[in-house]
């Protein structure tokens, strides 16, 4: 077994996970990032993490589903032995629809994914880490919590949720020596932006852009950077935050 810290992130083939999974591999964590479909995207990871000289393993769970998510922590804990840190960025929406349009298990699949998927993920590494007294948690919200943006209700009301999640569980768990914090990107290059701004349509698309602050987009590698940073020890005094990583936030 690897004497590195072990670090799973979920939803690690592609976009932001994948960004997440090489910066950790950067400080030398050993990664395991889980995927749903895309095998071959997650064996591209991995290839790439070790190809830099970093450690890599995928696996493959849907982390929506209880039984899935439980065996993907188990998977990973059997086959390094630990899981210090936990990156729960896996997610999904379903952009431009309304609330009283949303199909009901639409509404049941987005929260599954996104607010029990960790959830569950969590209970399962809590005890490890709570036996060693030390572990870093990191949720991925997003800026909408700030936005609360008609056409997102369950992917807002998921990553809200989160949050608060975020916050009671850093005051539960602090004593027995666990950090707990949120990332939460703005507009960031990823599947996901291409579909809300298809979503929207191109003008309204570029006017969302546009108002960005920074005026940008963001790139998947800025959103790692912050996952990196906080759970490093230059961060050993930060837990409980929600670290907005927007360009100033968007206003459209």
Partial sequence: ???????????????????????????????????????????????????????ASAFRADVGDFAQARALAQAVMDAHGRIDVLVNNAGVHLPGVKLGDIPAQEWERILRVNLSG????IQAVLPGMRERRAGHIVNLSSNVTNRMPAG???????????EALTRILAKEEGANGIRVNAVAPGPIRTEML??????????RADAFVRSVPLGRAGAPEEIAAAVAFLVSDAASYITGQVLYVNGGGPGG
Avoid: C, W
């Fill in 1 to 55: 077994m690897s004497e590195k810290r072990i670090a799973l992130v979920t939803g690690g083939s592609r976009g932001i996970g994948r960004a997440i999974a090489e910066a950790l591999a950067r400080t030398g964590l050993s990664v395991a990032l889980s995927y749903r479909e895309r095998q071959d995207e997650a064996q591209s990871a991995v290839a790439h993490i070790t190809g830099m000289g970093g450690e």
């Fill in 118 to 121: 960790p959830f569950h993920l």
């Fill in 152 to 162: 997102y209700g369950a992917y807002t009301v998921s990553k809200s949720a989160l």
């Fill in 194 to 203: 291409r579909e809300a701004l298809d979503a929207m349509g191109n003008e």
